[in-house]
C-alpha cells in the first residue's frame, strides 16, 4: 500500500466518524439553541421547567460527541467489533476531558488494535471466545488503561493549550483564523475540507469556544446565496441549466446547504471556486472582526435571531455575498470568449 | 458486463446522490448494466441485492467515508476512488472500474 492510499484510507475513518457525528451535534446543538431561545440565556443555570429540561436532553447529545467519533473511527477501521470498545473508551476520554482530539485518538487506537486482535489464528472450536470475549474485553482493557495512565495527561495538555491559545489569541489573528476557515468551507462545498474546518469548529465548540464555529457557521450560505446573486445580476455568462440551478442555489443558501453551490463549480471550477472562497473569508473573517458571536449551531441565514449583534451579523453576509458575485462575474468575463461552449453540467 | 457501486459522502446529503447519478449515466450511454447504493444521511437508499453483487463483474466505490457492511463484496474485484471523482467525471471513473478488471 502506497503512503498516499494509506493517508485516503486514514482519511476515510476520520470522515467515517465525523459523518455519524453531525446528526449528533446537530441534534444536540439545535436542542440546546431551542433552549436558549424558550428560556434565555439563563437557562444555563436552571435546573427546572420545560427550557431546563430541552437544555438537558440538548447537553446529553453534545456529551455523545467524543464517543461516537471514537466509537464509529473505530468502526470503520475495525468493523462491528470496534463500536462497543470505541463508546465504552470514548466515554472514559470524555470524562478525562480529553475533548475531541481524545475522541479521535482513542477511535483509531481502538480500531486498528481490534483489526490486529481479529488476525489471531484459532482452532474453530475457539473462535467464538476469542470473538465474543477476547476482542472486546482486551481491546476496552488495554485502550481504557494506556489513555488513564500513559496518553490521557499530553492529550488533555494539547487541548487545554490549543483552547488557551484560542481564547487568548489577538484580535488580529481571531480574524485570520476565522477566514482561513471561512475559505475552507467554501472549498469543496461540503466535502472533506470543509468537513475538517467543521469538525475543528464543532471540537472547540463542544469546549465552549465560539469564535471558530461562528465562522464556519456564516460561510455555510455564502457560496450557494453568492452564485445565485451573481446569475441574477448577469444572467447573460450563464447557461439556462445555471440558471435553474441559481434558483435551487438560493433555496438551498437560505436553509444553509453550501452544495447549492456546486453545479457552477463543476462547469467552471477554476473562476468560481477562487471567487466562492474569498468571498467566504470575507464573511467569516468580518463577523469576526466586528465581534459577531454565535452560540447556535446555526448556518449563516437562520443564525441571524440568535447572534449577539444581528444587524453586524447581516453586514458580514452581505459583504460576503456580494463580494462572491462580483468577483465571480468578473473572473468570468476575463476568459467568456472561450468558456462559452463548454459548459458541463451534471445532474 | 454488469457494475454496481455504493456511493458515500461525509455529510451525505449532495454529493453521494450526485455521484450516483453521474455514476448511472454514464453506465447507461455505454449500456453497461449498473446498480447504484447510496450510503447518504439518510442510511442505505436503493441497497443492491446480494445476486446483483454476486454476479457484478466489478464494484465501484465513490465514497469519502468507508463503505456500511462491506463484508457483502468480499472477493469482488473493487475502484475505490472519491466521490468527487465519480461526480467530475463518472465516465472517467467507469473506464478505470473496466481497466481494473482486463488485467
Redesign the interface.
Known sequence: MSFKERL?NL???L??G??YM??VVVAGGLMVSIAIMIGGTGVWEAKEGFAATIKDIGLYGLGLIVPVIAAYIAY?IA?KPGIAPGFIVGMLAKDMGTGFLGGIIVGLMVGYFVELLKKIQAPAAIMPVISILLIPVASTFVVGVTLKYIIGGPIIAATKGITAWLGGMQAGNQIILAAILGAMMAF?M???VN?TALTFAYGLYAEKIYGPATAIHIAIAIPPLGLALAAFLASKRYSNEEKEAAKSALVMGIVG?T?GA?PFA?ADPVRVIPAIMIGSAVSSGLSAALGVVNPVLMATVFATPFVNKPLLHVVAVLAGVVTTAVLVNVFKSIGAKKNNSETEV?? | MKIVAVTACVAGLAHTYMAATGLKKAAKARNIEIHVETQGSMGIQNKIKQSDIDTADVVIFAVDTNVAHRDRFEKKPILTVKVAEAVKNADNVINKALELIKK
Do not use: C, Q, Y
Request: net charge negative; hydrophobic share 35%.
Open positions: 485516503d482519511s476515510r475513518h470522515m467515517t465525523v459523518s453531525i446528526p470503520s468493523d469543496d461540503g466535502g472533506p468537513k446547504i452544495e456546486i463543476l451534471v445532474a
